[in-house]
């Protein structure tokens, strides 16, 4: 107890807490913003922590980093772009929230739930640390594997009413991803011949395109035929959701935490992947599946939840193995190496006080998070109030800047006029779009793990059903697959049944 009151004074010393709070607000202002990410904001700060003081330094970063992840479901929720990748999963029910008026109470929970979903991460991490570390780097390739055709196979979910047409979508969004250079053998898929397309579709730019251009698209549509109807916007102050909203989602709210977490520990895997299963549990277990994809807040409150539990999640391979899971981790793991900590068991013997450090500034980062985000609302709401065409214009500038600052590539910017018109074209004819956004999240991931797990087994297939995991995974996977076919068939044969009475009906008697 005395390591913890005195790792507490140092970590909310003034200069502490000036740089955990400066993080913060750094990270939610680029995690708002399409296209500059917390990873951007991390790389930005990396040189101004070499002058600070250990804890100082770790707490910018800290921040930056937890600042970030919460920062992406404002421009998710408001504008319906994910300012990361990890809050893409919010768009779905967050943006309709905000057309219907409840754009404070929608950003307000989303507060809420990051915080709860940080903070108890940050609980499992310190009290299973080295139980959690031992059983994610037991997760090879194979394991990760079954568990990503798992995640995959909430596109049946995503679906919406045609299964086939979920599948054609999710396999349109894998496509899009080995456009480019093969990472594993170096040669080219889906170039044509042309060099710019050997650096491949970037994830994030492929968001951009698929959440921003059609929106983008729709408004000027809809302004040129003069349909100028006035947003719908709720008064522009904080709304947090009330004691009974709270309760009604707290089991929820915590299997989305521990879910999250696991997904965080295993190095790979990250918060758009635990978005999406989030959102996929909470649509499976709702009394009433229809109301997701409308303006449903458990749309909001899982995500959210799950992909500020992987922060927690992610500092668990990173303190106790040296891992990092993701390029945020992997900046993270590069402050604490060159303020002399070096992660790995020995870690929490010789350090045992930056620990301690380091946890306390977790939880003042979530504490800034929240106060940031509440102060903020009632001006974020306010964009609302600008009419749509107008809107679209800046949204059109920002993204395109957004694009262009991934990798300082043209490329990237024709592909978000692309890929907008053709994610336009298919979501006119009637081709889910979440389907997509689950493709291109997990399909490299998905690449990348079976063949690695293929060349550790020299092209032996048993490896994918060789452990407990794999086969608990894929059982579901094709458990989840096979219910929601039979229920297409079955509905598909009510129907032509119901057709047939109805023209025998018609028919009159002999």
């Given at each position: 107890m005395d390591l913890f009151f005195s790792a507490a004074q140092v970590a909310l010393a003034p200069a502490s807490l000036i740089a955990i709070v400066l993080g913060t607000l750094l990270g939610v202002i680029f995690g708002a913003i399409p296209g500059l990410t917390f990873t951007v904001a991390m790389a930005l700060v990396v040189p101004v922590s070499f002058t600070l003081d250990t804890i100082p330094a770790i707490g910018l970063l800290l921040g930056t980093y937890i600042g970030g992840m919460t920062g992406g479901s404002v421009s998710a929720i408001l504008v319906g772009i994910p300012g990361t990748p990890s809050a893409a999963a919010t768009v779905l029910d967050g943006h309709p929230l905000a057309?219907?008026?409840?754009?404070?109470?929608?950003?307000?929970?989303?507060?809420?739930?990051?915080?709860?979903?940080?903070?108890?991460?940050?609980?499992?991490?310190?009290?299973?640390?080295?139980?959690?570390?031992?059983?994610?780097?037991?997760?090879?390739p194979a394991e990760t594997f079954a568990l990503l055709i798992f995640g995959l196979s909430t596109i049946c979910g995503l679906a919406q009413r045609s299964l086939i047409k979920g599948l054609i979508a999710g396999v349109l969004g894998v496509l899009v991803t080995t456009i480019g250079i093969d990472d594993m053998e170096g040669v080219e898929r889906m170039t044509f011949g042309t060099v710019v397309m050997q650096q491949g579709v970037n994830l994030l730019v492929a968001m951009i395109a698929l959440f921003a251009v059609p929106h983008v698209i729709d408004?000027?549509?809809?302004?040129?035929?003069?349909?100028?109807?006035?947003?719908?916007?709720?008064?522009?102050?904080?709304?947090?959701?009330?004691?009974?909203?709270?309760?009604?989602?707290?089991?929820?709210?915590?299997?989305?935490?521990?879910?999250?977490?696991?997904?965080?520990?295993?190095?790979?895997?990250?918060?758009?992947?635990?978005?999406?299963?989030?959102?996929?549990?909470?649509?499976?277990?709702?009394?009433?599946?229809?109301?997701?994809?409308?303006?449903?807040?458990?749309?909001?409150?899982?995500?959210?939840?799950?992909?500020?539990?992987?922060?927690?999640?992610?500092?668990?391979?990173?303190?106790?193995?040296?891992?990092?899971?993701d390029p945020a981790t992997a900046i993270l793991l590069s402050g604490l190496l060159i303020h002399g900590l070096i992660p790995g068991p020995m870690l929490f013997v010789q350090n045992p006080g930056e620990i301690y450090e380091i946890y306390v500034a977790i939880v003042v980062a979530y504490v800034a998070v929240v106060a940031i985000q509440l102060l903020g609302i009632r001006f974020f709401v306010r964009l609302l109030r600008v009419p749509a065409h107008l809107l679209a214009m800046g949204i059109l500038v920002m993204c395109a800047y957004g694009a262009f600052s991934v990798r300082n590539s043209v490329f990237d910017v024709i592909s978000v006029a692309v890929l907008g018109g053709l994610s336009y074209g298919i979501a006119r004819a009637g081709i889910p779009l979440p389907p997509v956004i689950l493709g291109l999240v997990l399909g490299p991931a998905i690449e990348r793990e079976f063949r690695t797990a293929m060349i550790m087994s020299d092209g032996d297939l048993s490896i994918l059903v060789a452990t407990i995991p794999c086969v608990l995974f894929l059982g579901l996977a094709a458990m989840i697959f096979g219910a929601r076919m039979f229920g297409a068939a079955r509905a598909t044969l009510f129907t032509l049944r119901t057709e047939e009475k109805t023209r025998a009906s018609a028919t009159p008697s002999e």
């Open positions: 057309r219907k008026g409840k754009a404070s109470l929608a950003l307000g929970t989303a507060v809420v739930a990051s915080a709860f979903g940080g903070i108890l991460s940050l609980v499992i991490m310190v009290v299973s640390v080295d139980l959690v570390a031992q059983l994610a780097i037991r997760f090879g408004a000027f549509l809809r302004h040129h035929a003069e349909e100028r109807a006035a947003p719908v916007v709720d008064a522009a102050r904080a709304e947090l959701p009330g004691i009974g909203d709270l309760l009604r989602h707290f089991w929820l709210m915590l299997r989305c935490a521990f879910l999250g977490t696991g997904i965080g520990a295993i190095p790979g895997a990250g918060g758009p992947i635990a978005g999406f299963l989030a959102y996929a549990h909470a649509r499976r277990w709702s009394r009433d599946p229809a109301r997701f994809g409308k303006g449903e807040m458990a749309g909001v409150v899982a995500p959210e939840t799950a992909n500020n539990a992987v922060t927690g999640g992610a500092m668990i391979p990173l303190l106790s193995l040296g891992i990092p899971g």
